[in-house]
């Protein structure tokens, strides 16, 4: 299941991100999203995860202080018709 990190600075380290998302499960991909505001990267981290434990993470994680700025997450819905 993939999420989607903002609030995020430009200094991030995606090393360390991954590492530090690896906690929730294994990450299968971390990808750093450059376009738009560069003050203001997004990742989307590919978690081996269920959906359940992706809501749950995003909530957990949603909302903390990291690297001097505040996280938000969110489950990045899959497109489709998985309905």
Known sequence: ???ILSGLGPETDPGQLSERMSRFGPVLGLEPVLEGDPDRPWFI???DIPPTAATAVARRIDGIYFNGRFLHATVMLPMGGDS
């Open 1 to 3: 299941m993939k999420l």
């Open 45 to 47: 981290v590919d978690l």
